[in-house]
């Protein structure tokens, strides 16, 4: 199983700060995805990056992939409290399915 | 289009009942998998299939059985529910197998009592 390790675990931020979350992993992947989970509901694509290096912008939320295809980064400029949820990263794991990291969970307060 | 749809939303079960968990998409995606989630542990797969008639195991299996007679649907037996399968489930579908264009049904609440 390929692991990612996402950090921080958990993250408490006010409104208009900026935040970057890491997925990082010792194996190189083909392609890595971020997700977005508000209580009570399934995880939500993102985004995905799929070139090392590959910069990827959604608004206010940046995606990177690193240049060695073994991490990643978010990076939301200006939290809002909408912002608030579980940030998962997934890479394709063997077999035709997702390796998921824990998650961080973001909470924004106004 | 109703994407992926779990049914159903919530279940108690007492320890060794069996059930099935519902599992229908609409996108006519190929790729289907389960996963359950638990605190602190993440997502976890459980099955997945490739297509219809094509099932394997993922990370953790034991406990479920799953098949696939449709393309559309994918659902997942538990055999003898035990106190350990207490979980929230989700399934899966995607059109090509990196994942691409991977949406998650809402999810299954169960408790094993």
């Known amino acids: 199983t390929q692991l990612l390790e996402q950090s921080p675990q958990f993250l408490s931020i006010q409104e208009g700060e900026n935040l970057t979350v890491y997925c990082n992993s010792s194996s190189v992947f083909s392609s890595l995805q971020w997700y977005r989970q508000e209580p009570g509901e399934g995880p939500v694509l993102l985004v995905t990056?799929?070139?090392?290096?590959e910069v990827k912008k959604l608004k206010r939320l940046t995606f990177q992939f690193g240049d060695a295809r073994k991490d990643s980064s978010l990076h939301i400029t200006a939290a809002q409290p909408g912002d608030t949820g579980l940030y998962l990263c997934a890479g394709p794991a063997s077999g035709y399915a997702l390796n998921f990291g824990k998650g961080t969970s973001l909470l924004v307060t106004p | 289009n109703a994407g992926v749809t779990q049914t159903p939303k919530f279940q108690v079960l007492k320890t060794g009942q069996s059930m099935t968990l519902q599992c229908a998409q609409d996108m006519n995606h190929e790729y289907m998998s389960w996963y359950r989630q638990d605190p602190g542990m993440g997502l976890r797969l459980i099955h997945y299939?490739?297509?219809?008639?094509?099932?394997d195991q993922g990370e953790v299996p034991n406990g479920y059985n799953v098949s696939r007679s449709t393309t559309e649907d994918f659902p997942l037996r538990l055999l003898s529910a035990a106190p350990s399968q207490t979980s929230v489930y989700f399934c899966?579908?995607?059109?090509?197998?990196?994942?691409?264009?991977?949406?998650f049904g809402s999810g299954t609440r169960l408790t094993v009592v």
């Open positions: 299939s490739v297509g219809a008639g094509i099932t």
């Open positions: 990056v799929v070139t090392g290096g």
């Open positions: 899966a579908s995607s059109y090509d197998y990196r994942g691409n264009g991977y949406t």
